[in-house]
């Protein structure tokens, strides 16, 4: 429904957005993460036709952008980043106008509007004037708004930006839930977004995609991404490390005494476990596995800590924080590991 | 939709707005105010004894406008800009002529409106004595037609900029040399200045609204006059879909 090819800007001779292309189908929520300034909400400025790219093309549902503005801008609900509403209208009013405007009239209107301010809580404000509003309830009416006549395609940039943790929760639900049915971009920065919501993330960085993918595969470039943790009582941490670091898909072991074990530790019944339990803590180890994505290190764990004991093991599924972190700030991350 | 009933959306929203603010009650009392005071005070209406309201009433139309219509105009654009809701307008499937040609004309009913509300000063001549109406009609149209013109030039520096009062300013010294080009001391001085070059005094004169405004107040209504605030208004917005089209590309 969205195809995007080689799209550009430049502002003077900056690259706000350097040669991205992506498409986005019907049934697709795609997540849009990146730092700040990376070019996001500059591209969705040029999907929704507000900024006429530098070069490259946008095409929705079979309209290119540039040529055809009006069939193509009729598919489309936007929510623009800062949730602009007319300061001097009653969210009525306001949604009134954005229906109208959408060519919708009489009881398609009126019905219209009552479906939005259901879906966006707007009841307790809806004869209050948009600049007495909280940020919150102005957001949403701005996002019920992009949502008023039904499109088939959704441009939220930061939709939950400003709501609080309740909110934000049903607003996630509402995308992944009308993500069924329409072709859905959103930005965001918050990353447990993309597990909420979407069904594939693209990451910007300087104005370039360098990942795209669903949150799984983005999850799997993490180095945590199957790494197995566990903790062990009654055995010496070097002694742990040096037995897990001889497994064969193991890349690394780091070691962790837990200091807030040592009273339980003391506190036991001293006949069980003897000297060991009392004079060694427990250890949390946490083994990395040489690639991601297979069981074998997990069951090479198991296997090597036959006859521990141990009160905790699990499989890393992998973070995304990290993945971004490593995919877009490679001269800090660089710089860290020398 | 049709181009029409998207300007008429446009406009019926921004109408809304001019009197869901105080801006459109505190421009028409000021405006009144301000016409009964010149009429009766300074233009010396009783003193004239004349059934006409040309030398009393409309000849201030001008110099009102000057600063009163700027004042309604300059949030048209710069408004948008500010708030952002210009992101919003320009994504909706209308095409960017429509909102300007639906904000000016929003703008202009409601100057319209403000401007027939000093029928009580047509009521008092006829009370009076028994004045021409077709004239008085013909300047109406014309002061209608001349805040139009400065209306449009507003509308160019409200997108101009994203500070109403920038642009309050920019269109009020703009107004004003529309104003002065033909204003008498003016033309005197040009006159002086270019020695016996009347074709570029007449050049300068004939961009000047009171030149223009002059027919409408004798009760002409020369095509000559109606063209000129028509093609002002037409060249103005036109200029402003240019600048926005521009803020758009760099």
């Known amino acids: 429904m969205i195809k995007v090819e080689n799209l550009t800007k430049l502002f003077g001779a900056k690259r706000a957005v350097d040669g991205i292309s992506f498409t986005v189908e019907r049934g697709e929520v795609l997540g849009f993460l990146g730092p700040n300034g990376a070019g996001k909400s500059t591209t969705m400025r040029m999907l929704t036709g507000f900024l006429p790219p530098t070069s490259g093309t946008v095409t929705v549902g079979g309209y290119d952008m540039s040529e055809q503005p009006i069939p193509a801008k009729k598919l489309l ?30 009881d398609a209107k009126k019905s219209a509007i009552n479906r939005v301010v259901d879906l966006c809580f707007l009841d307790s404000v809806l004869h209050q004037n ?18 008023i006549h039904d499109p088939d395609i959704l441009v939220l940039d930061e939709p939950t930006d400003g709501l609080d943790p309740n909110q934000k929760h049903e607003i996630r639900q509402l995308i992944r839930k009308m993500g069924e049915k329409k072709a859905i971009i959103f930005s965001t920065h918050i990353l447990e977004e993309v597990d909420a919501a979407c069904t594939r993330a693209i990451i910007i960085d300087r104005g370039v995609i360098v990942a795209n993918g669903t949150p799984g595969e983005l999850r799997r470039k993490s180095e945590w991404a199957g790494a197995v943790t566990l903790r062990v009582h009654g055995i010496a941490a070097n002694e742990v490390q040096a037995k897990l670091n001889q497994l064969r898909s193991a890349k690394k072991v780091v070691v962790e005494v837990a200091r807030a074990s040592l009273p339980s530790v003391s506190n036991s019944a001293p006949e069980t476990n003897g000297r060991d339990a009392r004079s060694t803590p427990a250890v949390t180890v946490t083994v990395f596995p040489r690639s991601a994505g297979d069981g074998d290190l997990t069951r090479e764990v198991i296997a090597a800590t036959n006859g521990w004991q141990i009160s905790e093991l699990r499989t890393e599924e992998g973070r995304l924080d990290e993945v971004f972190y490593n995919i877009t700030m490679p001269d800090t991350a660089a710089k860290e590991a020398k | 939709m049709n181009p029409l009933g998207n300007i008429k959306t446009i406009a019926k929203r921004e109408l809304v707005a001019y009197f869901t603010s105080p801006v459109a009650y505190v421009f028409i009392v000021i405006f009144l105010l301000l016409n009964g005071f010149f009429t009766f005070m300074v233009g010396g209406f009783f003193e004239r004894g004349q059934a006409s309201l040309a030398s009393s009433f409309f000849v201030w139309h001008p110099w009102f406008y000057l600063f009163l219509v700027p004042a309604v105009g300059m949030r048209l654009w710069s408004e948008e800009r500010r708030v952002g809701t210009l992101e919003l307008l320009l994504t909706m499937p209308i095409a960017p002529w429509e909102a300007i040609v639906g904000k000016f004309i929003a703008s202009w009913l409601f100057l319209g409106v403000a401007l027939f509300l000093t029928f009580p000063v047509v009521l008092t001549v006829n009370h009076l004595g028994s004045p ?27 997108a101009i900029t994203r500070s109403q009062v920038v642009s309050f300013i920019i269109s009020v010294v703009a107004c004003l040399f529309m104003i002065l080009a033909g204003f008498p001391p003016v033309i005197n001085l040009l006159q002086g200045l270019t020695n016996n070059w009347h074709w570029l005094v007449d050049t300068i004169t004939s961009f000047s609204v009171i030149t223009h405004f002059e027919g409408f107040q004798k009760g002409v209504l020369d095509s000559r006059d109606i063209i000129f605030f028509l093609s002002v208004i037409g060249f103005s917005l036109f200029t402003t879909s240019v600048i926005l089209r521009t803020h758009r590309t760099t």
């Open chain 1, 77 to 106: 609900g936007y929510l623009p980043e800062s949730a602009p509403a007319y300061t001097d209208m009653t969210v009525h009013g306001f949604l009134s106008f954005a229906a109208e405007i959408r060519g919708l009239r009489g």
């Open chain 1, 130 to 147: 948009v600049d007495t509003l909280s940020k919150g309830y102005r957001h949403r009416t701005c996002f019920a708004q992009s949502i």
């Open chain 2, 132 to 158: 021409d109406n077709g004239v008085i009609f013909a300047a109406y149209v014309g002061s209608w037609l001349m805040a139009g013109a400065y209306l449009a030039v507003s509308c160019i520096t409200s």
